[in-house]
């Protein structure tokens, strides 16, 4: 029998069950000069002919390792020319970057490596970039999450697959165990290079790999078969959960541009490990740095979502994030700095205003007592005014304490403040609502909560203004 051709074909059939790869794919071979990339690069390269796939090796040189380095890049140019396929290279100073930027050396050098290989395949035109992480791989990775501290997504280990920046990556020997990498390259006689720092325990990998493993496995000979089951099967779970927790978003939480909100009453029915995942789910739609999704801060949320005494509050969770409760809505939203307070004045016949300081858009529609009054936009707020018992110009300002309006419908004054916490406008909008008035100073309109006594539309009113309010934030 072909030599290789066992690992070959368990390669193939994992392609093909999980759909890794396609007929007359480009595909960017991450290849560092080790065994498992040699390997890598050799299995797809056998392949190829009959799946008509374009390959391209790419080789990072970090810079950390002087002449072995150099040497180690010189390798994977030999190796991508004698197999006929393409080869880039990207040359970094790693030791440069830190000192100048700090960081985790390993996360720094990672994101540096991936951003060439997600070049690279934009440059080939390929679809998709292979890894060469094998089953030794997950097994660290699932171990070095449980001695941390990890929830079931963690236990997952290292995906099949995964979309970046419309490039797919794919490890096709994930189910492979380096034994058997390294058995291939013997029986096809294929050279290989050794990394000098994977013998270096400063590295947490290092110490699960030489120490921790080999340890462990006194008392579970097949400690890696089983940490590898172990991430199978709570990949799969994973997958359900996420499915479920993702439809419960779809259906029971509003979305909005830096901000989402959620009913608390119903949020309470909701099993505590759905909770925490929907919690999950809403971090990642806000876009925020990982470390925000941590076991603390989802508890911390939920403890304020389903608490039953108190319902108002507002919990500054960091200095992006602020998470309000108000009756029964719970809102995360992103932290922006209060509006800078503006004033504006509004002549006779003008017909638009742009407020940036809130991003509201007014417009102005001066109308004769024949014409009809304009129909505004879904969304729009809208108030309409006798002309002639309006003094101008109209002043349009943020609101100021003490400020208080003849309410239509009321007898004497009532103040702002308190108006705003009798419509339940949330705290967070206050700021954002323009107060209306007239150069008397007569606040005439509260948008979206009430209008004042002042300048009311009669049956005889000869000219009317109608002011029409566009914001991105909804009241109702």
């Known amino acids: 029998m072909e030599a290789g051709w066992t690992l070959r074909t368990k390669v193939e059939r994992l392609i093909r069950e999980e759909s890794l790869l396609a007929e007359g794919d480009g595909v960017v071979v991450a290849v560092s000069g080790g065994p498992d990339s040699v390997a890598l690069l050799h299995l797809l390269f056998a392949l190829s002919a009959s799946w008509g796939w374009t390959l391209t090796a790419a080789h990072v040189d970090h810079g950390y390792r002087g002449e072995e380095s150099a040497e180690e890049a010189a390798f994977v140019e030999r190796l991508a020319q004698q197999l006929g396929v393409g080869f880039r ?72 697959k995964r979309m970046e920046q419309e490039t797919e990556l794919v490890r096709p020997l994930l189910r492979i165990y380096k034994a058997e990498l390294i058995q291939y390259c013997r029986d096809l006689s294929l050279e290989y290079r050794i990394d000098s720092s994977n013998l270096d325990t400063k590295y947490f990998r290092n ?61 309470a029915t909701l ?38 005494q108190g319902a108002n509050l507002r919990l500054q969770l960091d200095s992006s994030l602020m998470l309000s409760r108000e009756y029964d809505r719970v809102m995360l939203h992103t932290m922006v700095l209060p509006p800078v307070p503006y004033t504006y004045e509004v002549s006779e016949g003008q017909t638009e205003l742009a407020i940036t300081e809130t991003g509201v858009w007014m417009r102005l529609y001066w109308l004769e007592r024949e014409n009809l009054v304009p129909v505004c936009p879904e969304g729009a707020m809208s108030e309409v005014f006798d002309v002639v018992d309006m003094s101008f110009p109209l002043v349009i300002r943020s609101r100021l304490p003490g400020d208080r309006m003849s309410v239509y419908g009321l007898n004497g004054s009532k103040k702002v403040k308190d108006m705003f916490i009798d419509a339940k406008v949330p705290a967070r909008l206050r700021e954002r609502i323009p107060i209306i008035t007239d150069s008397q100073g007569r606040i005439l309109w509260l948008p979206g909560v009430r209008r004042s006594s002042h300048a009311m539309v009669r049956a005889e009113s000869e000219r009317r203004l109608v002011i029409e309010l566009q914001t991105d934030f909804n009241l109702q």
């Open 207 to 267: 110490q699960i790999r030489l120490d921790v493993l080999p340890y462990l496995s006194r008392y579970q000979e097949r400690l890696p078969e089983s940490l590898n089951r172990l991430a199978e099967m709570a990949g799969a779970e994973d997958d359900l959960l996420q499915s479920l927790t993702q439809e419960l978003l779809d259906e029971h939480v509003a979305v909005a541009s830096g901000e989402i909100s959620w009913s608390a009453s119903w949020f």
């Open 89 to 160: 290279l990207r040359k970094l100073d790693m030791p440069g970057y830190l000192a100048r930027y700090g960081g985790n050396s390993q996360a720094a050098a990672r994101a540096r490596r991936y951003e060439f290989l997600l070049e690279t395949a934009r440059e080939a035109d390929a679809r998709r970039v292979a890894l060469a992480h094998h089953a030794d791989d997950q097994a660290e990775t699932v171990l070095m999450r449980i001695l941390r501290g990890t929830g079931l997504t963690g236990l997952t280990g290292i995906p099949l």
């Open 271 to 308: 099993h505590v490990a759905l909770q925490r995942r929907l919690i999950k789910l809403i971090l990642s739609y806000l876009a925020l740095e990982p470390e925000c999704a941590d076991y603390q801060r989802i508890e911390q949320i939920r403890s304020a979502a389903v608490r039953t």
